[in-house]
């Protein structure tokens, strides 16, 4: 089992896979139920992107495993959620019953993706 983490391709699988829910579930009229906590949709964007940001430093470690630079490494990976989250925010302006377009999704969409990338610098040693 511990090859197949290996593989880089496992891991851009699984990013591919994040990225076309994170596209679908944006494409839907509403989130799901509503659920009545102030700011639960920033909490929300954080912890989805956050496993994006691990997905993505997590592909990009395999395939520089030999020596990787981590400051590369999470500085792609903050540009890659950043720029996914600023299209993400565009498509949901185009959706019906979204709103899309709030700097603040996006800032925690940003801040998510941080996050997980560096949870996946700190713990790749284990995986």
Do not use: N
Not at 58 to 71: E, K, M, N, T, V
Not at 89 to 101: A, D, F, I, L
Request: net charge positive.
């Amino acid at each position: 089992m511990r090859w197949l983490i290996r593989r880089p391709a496992l891991w851009l699988a699984g990013l591919l896979v994040w990225f076309a829910t994170l596209w679908g579930l944006s494409s839907l009229h509403s989130a799901g139920p509503r659920i009545d906590v102030h700011h639960i949709d920033k909490l929300m964007h954080f912890g989805y992107f956050l496993g994006g940001g691990f997905l993505f430093a997590g592909w990009q470690f395999r395939l520089h495993a030999d020596s990787p630079d981590w400051r590369r490494i999470l500085g792609a990976a903050l540009l890659a959620m950043a720029l996914v989250g600023a299209v993400d925010e565009w498509h949901q302006c185009y959706t019906p019953g979204r709103s899309g377009g709030d700097p603040w999704d996006w800032t925690a969409d940003v801040l998510g993706g941080a996050a997980g990338a560096w949870i996946l610098r700190a713990i790749h040693r284990r995986i």
